[in-house]
C-alpha cells in the first residue's frame, strides 16, 4: 500500500513540476543567440531516452526489467522523497533565473549572470535538481532501466552544461571569475 502512495506521489509531482515549467515558460525573453539543433540533439536525445525508458518500462530490453535493489517500501519512499527535494531545488533556482530561462542554450536579449539563491554555489542548479529527481525514480524503480535511465540523464547534462558554459564564457567577461568561485553541479564534486 505504502509503495502504492510513493508512487502515486511520485507522479503527482512531477506532473505539477511540468505543469509549473509549463507556466513559467511564456515568461521568458526572447532569445539574442540558439543553439543549433544539431548540438541541442546531443543532450536532448540521452534525455529523451531515459524518460522513455522510465515512462514505458515494456518498450525496456527485459535485461533492464530486472531488479538491483530489495522490493519493499524503502526505496520507492525514499525515492519519492528525493524527487520532492530535487525538484523543488529545481523550482528555486528557477524562481532565480527568472525571465532568463530557457529550455535549450541560448543568450537572452539583456541577458544577466545570476549569482543568487542557489546560483551563488552552482552554476547548473537546475540540472543538480534534476539529477537528485531522477535518482529518486531509479531507486523507486529498483530495476536496472532506472539506474541506465540515470546514467543517460548525467550524459545529457554534462553535455549540457558544457555547451552552456562555453557560451556564458563569451557573453559574460566575469564568468571565468564565477567558474573558479562555484561548482558546476555537484558540490564537493563537480
Do not use: D
Amino acid at each position: 500500500m505504502l509503495e502504492l502512495i510513493a508512487a502515486s506521489a511520485m507522479a503527482a509531482l512531477w506532473i505539477s513540476w511540468l505543469a509549473y515549467w509549463w507556466y513559467t515558460a511564456r515568461n521568458a525573453k526572447q532569445a539574442r543567440w540558439r543553439e543549433p539543433l544539431a548540438q541541442q540533439l546531443r543532450h536532448r536525445v540521452p534525455v529523451m531516452l531515459a524518460a522513455l525508458l522510465l515512462a514505458a518500462p515494456r518498450l525496456a530490453p527485459e535485461p533492464l526489467r530486472r531488479r538491483i535493489l530489495p522490493a519493499g517500501v524503502l526505496f520507492p519512499v525514499l525515492g519519492t522523497l528525493l524527487v520532492a527535494a530535487g525538484l523543488g531545488f529545481t523550482v528555486w533556482a528557477r524562481r532565480h533565473l527568472g525571465t532568463n530561462w530557457s529550455s535549450q542554450v541560448q543568450v537572452k536579449q539583456g541577458h544577466a549572470l545570476v549569482r543568487t539563491g542557489p546560483y551563488r554555489w552552482i552554476r547548473h542548479p537546475i540540472y543538480t535538481g534534476l539529477l537528485a529527481a531522477f535518482l529518486g525514480v531509479a531507486l523507486s524503480i529498483g530495476e536496472w532501466r532506472g539506474l541506465f535511465a540515470f546514467l543517460l540523464v548525467v550524459v545529457s547534462l554534462a553535455i549540457k552544461s558544457r555547451a552552456e558554459e562555453a557560451r556564458m564564457r563569451t557573453t559574460f567577461p566575469e564568468y571565468e571569475r564565477y567558474l573558479r568561485e562555484s561548482w558546476a553541479i555537484i558540490p564537493g564534486l563537480y
